[in-house]
């Protein structure tokens, strides 16, 4: 029989077997990594040897395993229980690789793994990476844009491979993701994620080429692989490198190869490419700025933070826990100050919930432009991420009970909520408390201790004797949308003292309820009083001027609102 009649005989009873059932691509985990990775930059190849563990995450016992990478890389052999294991490959369309599809493997295991079992295989697979932009510009997104977005390569300059969600470039196992089905692909990651919390990755760099004037250094999550040998033919190198295991979680893995320089700081440290040394510095004035700020609201760094240099000067920037990718090349420094706000929060306050991680580290960038130029321009810089809400959350048909749950910001994989709502969330939440019992919650905060959705809201309830049970419930522990405030009625009358009590009935058309602050302009100044307004209420209060009331003005913009075009009121003749 030829090779090519066995292999069509493999595939009629494979496909014979999978179409007796749905294949499962999401029954097993895989818990633990130990590749032997091969680079080659000039080939642009990656050559990867090692073993992985599976583990069945049914309630079932399986018998078929699902493993993919990249679309431009190939599977070679498979091996289990020492020998070699039937398996089918085939093109899986999906966008958590950058090619916008998988190479998959359906993989005939030798037994059945019961639930909760675990089985080792032997893994080879091999091909290039290269510049990818096909899942965007399929969607039509700009193909400088798209450059851009999606710059991950092996290059012989330039080496960076971001994980899943960018490039398969180790064995995943997913459903598919759509770029253009909404929130499709973080849906897809968030649940690889959940699935992998824990898992252990453990990988052997091996790196041939002839362009670094010097031994190249090789980072994995920003943290540096240590050398264990070093060769040099001529002008070839061949460098290995054993990167720490590391436990995967949110952060997505990513590796460096690039010939950096460092300027190294108590609390950071940046890694450059010789041609920006200059833009390096003024990146690292812009951190020893930001340095008290976010010391005095989140404590010390446990850790340094790690910004490492991109050469693509319009590559958008990405960062995975405390190590921040960006191009130092075009770095301004009212930017600069922003990202390195942004990554010295995340080395002094760690938390496994997006919603507190990147919330606060966003809202430290707010406060960062409150210090710098004041309330005005930190609210101006909410207003985009307010933007962002006004787009994604609903206005006019309410969410039912499990989209609520789904979408809150305890629970959402959406990143327009938990970066942006979440950081106009901490922004009200400083409004209602005030800012030193908000740094006392902070500080109390372990995050070995939150085991539970509220650990977090508990210890701000804690600081105050305010009922904040109604706050958390529209904003944090539900998505009930946004507040819409308007003035239903207002009406002003004159005092014996000469002064002016103003009447004022504040209608929120909204889902949630926020406190809100209400200003009142006169001849000569203004006043501004907070009200607190739950979803679909009215709150009548009183406020007294000096002069006649001319204008109400309802929210400053620091609490985002389905609709501000509704906002503002005029104050009719004072009654006698």
Same mark, same amino acid.
């Given at each position: 029989?030829?090779?090519?009649?066995?292999?069509?005989?493999?595939? #009629?009873?494979?496909?014979?077997?999978?179409?007796?059932?749905?294949?499962?691509?999401?029954?097993?985990?895989?818990?633990?990594?130990?590749?032997?990775? /091969?680079?080659?930059?000039?080939?642009?190849?990656?050559?990867?040897?090692?073993?992985?563990?599976? @583990?069945?995450?049914?309630?079932?016992?399986?018998?078929?395993?699902?493993?993919?990478?990249?679309?431009?890389?190939? +599977?070679?052999?498979?091996?289990?229980?020492?020998?070699?294991?039937?398996?089918?490959?085939?093109?899986?369309?999906?966008?958590?690789?950058?090619?916008?599809?998988?190479?998959?493997?359906?993989?005939?295991?030798?037994?059945?793994?019961?639930?909760?079992?675990?089985?080792?295989?032997?893994?080879?697979?091999?091909?290039?990476?290269?510049?990818?932009?096909?899942?965007?510009?399929?969607?039509? %997104?700009?193909?400088? %844009?798209?450059?851009?977005?999606?710059?991950? @390569?092996i290059d012989e300059k330039f080496t960076v491979l971001r994980g899943a969600g960018y490039v398969a470039w180790y064995p995943i196992a997913t459903e598919s993701a759509n770029l253009s089905e909404g929130e499709s692909l973080f849906e897809v990651l968030s649940r690889w994620k959940m699935r992998q919390s824990g898992s252990k990755l453990k990988i052997q760099f091996a790196v041939t080429g002839s362009y670094y004037p010097e031994m190249p250094e090789m980072l994995f999550d920003g943290i540096i692989c240590p050398v264990s040998s070093f060769e040099s033919m001529g002008s070839i190198q061949h460098v290995i490198a054993d990167c720490v295991s590391q436990s995967l979680g949110s952060d997505t893995p990513t590796v460096l190869i690039a010939d950096y320089q460092v300027l190294q700081q108590p609390a950071f440290e940046v890694r450059y490419l010789p041609v920006h040394n200059l833009a390096a510095s003024s990146f690292a004035d812009s951190a020893r700025a930001a340095s008290p700020l976010v010391s005095e609201w989140f404590g010390a760094a446990r850790e340094r933070a790690k910004i490492a240099d991109l050469p693509y000067a319009d590559a958008a920037p990405f960062e995975s826990g405390v190590l921040l990718l960006t191009s130092l090349s075009t770095s301004d420094p009212k930017l600069a100050g922003l990202a390195a706000t942004h990554q010295l929060a995340h080395a002094s306050f760690l938390s496994?919930?997006? +919603?507190?991680?990147?919330?606060?580290?966003?809202?430290?960038?707010?406060?960062?432009?409150? /210090? /710098?130029?004041?309330?005005?321009?930190?609210?101006? $810089?909410?207003?985009?991420?307010?933007?962002?809400?006004?787009?994604?959350?609903?206005?006019?048909?309410?969410?039912?009970?499990?989209?609520?749950?789904?979408?809150?910001?305890?629970?959402?994989? !959406?990143?327009?909520?938990?970066?942006?709502?979440?950081? #106009?969330?901490?922004?009200?939440?400083?409004?209602?408390?005030?800012?030193?019992?908000?740094?006392?919650?902070?500080?109390? $905060?372990?995050?070995?201790?939150? !085991?539970?959705?509220?650990?977090?809201?508990?210890?701000?309830?804690?600081?105050?004797?305010?009922?904040?049970? +109604?706050?958390?419930?529209?904003?944090? $522990?539900?998505? @009930?949308?946004?507040?819409?405030f308007k003035v239903e009625s207002a009406f002003a009358a004159s005092t014996p003292t000469k002064s002016f009590l103003l009447t004022i009935t504040l209608d929120n058309l909204g889902t949630a309820g926020a406190e809100v602050p209400v200003t009142i302009k006169f001849a000569g100044g203004e006043v501004t009083k907070r009200i607190e307004v739950r979803a679909k209420s009215k709150a009548t209060f009183r406020v007294e001027t000096p002069a006649s009331p001319q204008e109400i003005r309802v929210n400053d913009g620091s609490v985002p609102e389905s609709d501000m075009t509704n906002n503002t009121f005029k104050v009719g003749r004072p009654q006698n």
């Open positions: 029989m030829t090779c090519a009649v066995k292999s069509l005989c493999l595939l #009629c009873v494979l496909c014979g077997a999978i179409s007796c059932f749905s294949l499962d691509r999401e029954a097993f985990a895989i818990t633990n990594y130990d590749l032997n990775v /091969q680079i080659e930059p000039e080939q642009h190849r990656l050559g990867v040897r090692g073993k992985i563990t599976l @583990r069945n995450d049914t309630p079932t016992p399986q018998k078929i395993a699902v493993l993919q990478i990249s679309s431009s890389l190939d +599977w070679r052999a498979i091996r289990g229980a020492d020998k070699m294991l039937q398996f089918v490959t085939q093109p899986y369309t999906s966008d958590i690789d950058h090619t916008g599809s998988l190479s998959e493997a359906i993989v005939t295991l030798p037994q059945e793994i019961a639930p909760h079992g675990t089985i080792e295989l032997e893994i080879a697979y091999e091909g290039v990476i290269v510049l990818d932009t096909t899942r965007l510009t399929r969607i039509g %997104t700009p193909d400088d %844009t798209a450059k851009n977005s999606d710059w991950d @390569r496994f919930r997006p +919603w507190i991680e990147e919330g606060l580290a966003h809202f430290a960038q707010a406060l960062f432009l409150e /210090q /710098q130029k004041g309330r005005q321009a930190a609210i101006d $810089y909410m207003g985009l991420h307010r933007s962002v809400l006004t787009k994604i959350e609903p206005t006019t048909t309410a969410l039912d009970s499990e989209q609520e749950r789904h979408r809150a910001l305890i629970n959402t994989v !959406n990143e327009g909520l938990y970066r942006s709502k979440a950081m #106009c969330v901490w922004w009200m939440l400083r409004d209602m408390v005030g800012d030193s019992a908000l740094k006392k919650a902070f500080t109390a $905060y372990k995050p070995e201790q939150d !085991n539970d959705p509220t650990y977090m809201p508990r210890l701000i309830a804690a600081q105050t004797q305010r009922d904040l049970q +109604w706050f958390f419930d529209d904003w944090v $522990y539900h998505d @009930r949308g946004l507040p819409d």
